[in-house]
């Protein structure tokens, strides 16, 4: 099972990006499916998180700003974020919990400067 993560670059303040995680290796949903984030000097955090169930979970820091969605069908997660902050700049990763097994994507740079 593969998590690939994409969608990264450089955004300004107050634009927006979206961030891809699509599974490959498996036919089976995920039972959690999230967003962490890593700055440098900094340990890595979770950002938002969507349930099987669709129930969500935010960061403070990025409530009312970060959506998550996922697409169960294509064994997907997206991340939508809107009026990104510099101290948004880290490396982005997916992650994807099921039986007790947890996956993580490769990681994707999200830089926010203008």
């Known amino acids: 099972v593969q998590l690939q993560a994409s969608g990264g670059g450089l955004v300004q303040p107050g634009g927006s990006l979206r961030l891809s995680c699509a599974a490959s290796?498996?036919?089976?949903?995920?039972?959690?499916m999230g967003w962490y984030r890593q700055a440098p000097g900094k340990q890595r955090e979770l950002v938002a998180q969507?349930?099987?169930?669709?129930?969500?979970y935010y960061a403070d820091s990025v409530k009312g700003r970060f959506t998550i969605s996922r697409d169960n069908a294509k064994n997907a997660v997206y991340l939508q974020m809107n009026d990104p902050k510099p101290e948004d700049t880290a490396v982005y990763y997916c992650?994807?919990?099921?039986?007790?097994?947890?996956?993580w994507g490769q990681g994707t740079q999200v830089t926010v400067s203008s």
């Open positions: 290796g498996t036919i089976f949903s995920f039972n959690d």
């Open positions: 969507v349930t099987s169930g669709d129930y969500t």
């Open positions: 992650r994807g919990s099921r039986g007790g097994s947890i996956y």
